[in-house]
């Protein structure tokens, strides 16, 4: 898969459960912030675009995971984007830095709303035109 961004992130020990593994709720937490970090590289504000009434939500997502990460493990967390329709399709994996194998992928599909309102188009259509990929 062809990335478009890539970050990396550390596990911290509170995000672990009783196993000593990342409680899978933390792994939502880790790709929603690398979205936001995607945007900031875009010069792009969450907060701002929320502001003027844009707002990008979750529609789906689907997720698998592979294998497991743990307290203090580095992780590279990728992403790719496509638009299908009203849909900005997020392809996202994180991958394991010790080892590169991949521990999360998951497909997020998000919707904007205009001022409440589904869109068709919106204003992250001009912010993604040179990243989305076919």
Do not use: W
């Not at 196993?19 to 929603?32: C, F, M, R, S, T």
């Not at 329709?85 to 709303?113: I, M, P, S, W």
């Amino acid at each position: 898969m062809k990335y478009i961004f890539e970050t990396q992130l550390e596990v911290r020990d509170y995000e672990c459960d009783i196993e000593g593994i990342v409680n899978n709720a933390n792994y939502l937490h880790y790709i929603e912030h690398t979205r936001h970090l995607f945007l900031k590289s875009l010069g792009v504000s969450f907060a701002e675009m929320h502001a003027k009434g844009v707002d990008a939500v979750v529609a789906r997502m689907s997720m698998q995971f592979k294998v497991p990460l743990r307290c203090d493990d580095i992780m590279r967390s990728c992403l790719s984007l496509k638009k299908e329709g009203v849909r900005y399709v997020f392809n996202q994996d994180l991958y394991r830095e010790a080892d590169g194998k991949l521990a999360f992928r998951a497909k997020v599909e998000l919707v904007c709303l205009v001022n409440g309102q589904l869109a068709m188009t919106s204003p992250y259509d001009e912010v993604f035109k040179d990243v989305l990929q076919e």
